[in-house]
């Protein structure tokens, strides 16, 4: 039996083993060193930011950049359905409640929706201290638009970045857009430090109290003085030296990604009824590009004859890893009483995508395996 093939498992190498032996030996076994200090520094500028904090999860991030734009109980954090669930968590954990924004064919959050949704909450008097929008799997938001409407009602923008480091529009990279965006290392990602993320902005106050509430919120006195409630949520140094490594093979281990889409895109043009979600996945110019994390199918059940599930259950037989889209955060059990302006988009995609091993990891005679399984499932008389 051959291996497993995983949807997006670590594409480490001798580098990034190097690295962390480096570290190692450099004695800083801690939340701090100097590996981490570079890493921020080489983070910040890849991202186009004046300020990078490691941190050890994009949640985190996202937890920490929501308290300092002011979210707290009585208030409300607009978001996208369309993400996981980390998204939503870190709204609740400062007690704002979440409100979710469908999407729009390419997943990103609905423009129209979002005014309506945004202009329908200032007309109950609610607070809206941050608008969070997501970049689904790599392909970046329509800040112009979303940006533009935020700003109209007064709202900052907290971008999720998770999925999109790497990624880049209108010659800007993802994680510049907003007052700040935070960024993922997760095992799972286009980049891993096996688990961590980042809060990346232009704000040189809030990058500094970030790195505060991030190490315990103590004071700097030696008997450890606390006037505020802190996290621990800093990233070790061995993991940061693991994540300079991913960061310098970033740009090729991206081309190998778009290499794997562009194998599905032959693919799906062969097989009725399936189409390559997300695309155009660059511009012609080069200065909008996504960073091809996950390629997704759509499946048309009229024109194919199957379901995505039906595609998926055959994957998993032959040891492929595929999954639908994220599960809507309206539909989830645990949010499904939260307020949500939708649109049928996002159940839509859920219903219908299937993403595919899509890891820069993963060799062509690996990806040939997994068209191959598709081709033969497709093409089995139903
Ligand atoms: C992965 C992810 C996160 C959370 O990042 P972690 O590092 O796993 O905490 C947040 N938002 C989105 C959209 C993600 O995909």
């Known amino acids: 039996m051959a291996d497993r093939i995983f949807m997006s498992p670590p594409d480490v190498t001798a580098a990034e083993e190097e690295a962390v032996i480096r570290a190692f030996r450099g004695g800083w076994i801690a939340p701090l060193g100097p590996e981490v200090d570079a890493f921020e520094k080489e983070l910040a500028e890849f991202c186009g930011r004046d300020h990078a904090v490691a941190l050890s999860s994009g949640t985190a991030a996202l937890h920490l950049a929501l308290i300092q734009l002011g979210a707290g109980p009585g208030d409300v ?43 329908e909450l200032a007309e109950q008097g609610r607070t809206v201290r941050a608008l969070v929008p997501v970049d689904l799997l790599g392909k970046v938001v329509d800040h112009e638009a979303t940006g533009r409407i935020a700003a109209e009602h007064g709202i900052p923008v907290l971008s999720d970045a998770a999925e999109s480091v790497g990624a880049t529009r209108n010659g800007r990279p993802a994680p ?32 500094a109290r ?20 802190g996290y621990n949520y800093r990233l070790s140094n061995l993991l940061a030296a693991l994540g300079r490594a991913q960061l310098e093979r970033l740009p090729q281990m991206i081309d190998r990604r778009h290499a794997i889409r562009r194998a599905y895109i032959d693919l799906a043009d062969d097989l009725g009824g399936v189409t390559v979600f997300g695309l155009p996945d660059a511009s012609e110019d080069g200065s909008t590009r996504d960073n091809a994390w996950l390629t997704s199918i759509l499946i048309d059940e009229q024109k194919s004859g199957y379901t995505s599930g039906d595609l998926q259950a055959h994957l998993a037989g032959l040891d492929i890893e595929a999954r639908p889209l994220w599960k ?37 005679a690996t990806i040939e395996r997994v068209c191959e399984a598709i081709r033969t499932f497709a093409e089995t008389p139903r």
Do not use: W
Request: glycine residues 8%.
């Open 77 to 119: 954090v607009v978001t996208s359905t369309m993400t996981f669930a980390a998204t939503a968590n870190a709204i609740v954990y400062t007690g704002a409640e979440p409100v979710f924004v469908d999407c729009d064919d390419t997943g990103s959050m609905d423009p129209d929706l979002l005014a309506t949704a945004l202009a």
């Open 176 to 207: 510049a857009y907003g007052v700040a965006a935070a960024v993922s290392f997760n095992g799972n990602k286009i980049m891993t430090t096996s688990g961590g993320g980042a809060l990346l902005t232009d704000d040189a106050d809030m990058a």
């Open 210 to 229: 970030t790195r505060y509430l991030a190490t315990q919120a103590r004071q700097p006195v030696v008997h450890y003085e606390h006037v505020d409630v």
């Open 328 to 364: 809507p955060m309206h539909l989830q059990p645990v949010f499904e009483d939260r307020t949500a302006f939708v649109n049928g988009t996002s159940e839509r995609l859920f219903r219908t995508g299937l993403s595919l091993p899509s890891g820069s990891a993963h060799d062509e």
